[in-house]
Nanobody, 121 residues
Framework: QVQLVESGGGLVQAGGSLRLSCAAS????????MVWFRQAPGKERLFVAA????????YYVDSVKGRFTISRDSAKNTVYLQMNSLRPEDTAVYYC??????????????WGQGTQVTVSS
């Protein structure tokens, strides 16, 4: 069975940092793009960052550019999201997803269960 599991969320003060991890099991995700989305209460699930399967191409939503970094370790089937200079508006449940096409809409083939990130002021 294919499974994506996020971890690393928590409570942090504004200006702090967190690193999220998304570990894949059940298969190798070679050839898949890995993407992070987030969803705040009462809001739609929105794109945050993406990385190509080779790791040589990344994309970020404007609001996180310069603060967040997406990376992957293919040997571990794991994608990371390093989040620095966190702001209260970053508070959301963060989800990782995998798919063969890199798109910014939440229509990916595989999803994790989500991890809560809360940024206090």
């Amino acid at each position: 069975q294919v499974q994506l599991v996020e971890s690393g969320g928590g409570l942090v003060q504004a200006g702090g940092s967190l690193r999220l991890s998304c570990a894949a099991s059940g298969r190798t995700f070679s050839g898949y793009n890995m993407v992070w989305f987030r969803q705040a209460p009462g809001k739609e699930r929105l794109f945050v960052a993406a990385i190509s399967w080779t790791g040589d191409s990344t994309y970020y939503v404007d609001s996180v550019k310069g603060r967040f970094t997406i990376s992957r370790d293919s040997a571990k089937n794991t994608v990371y999201l390093q989040m620095n200079s966190l702001r209260p508006e970053d508070t959301a449940v963060y989800y990782c997803a995998a798919g063969r096409k890199m798109i910014t809409t939440p229509t990916y083939d595989y999803w994790g269960q989500g991890t809560q990130v809360t940024v206090s002021s």
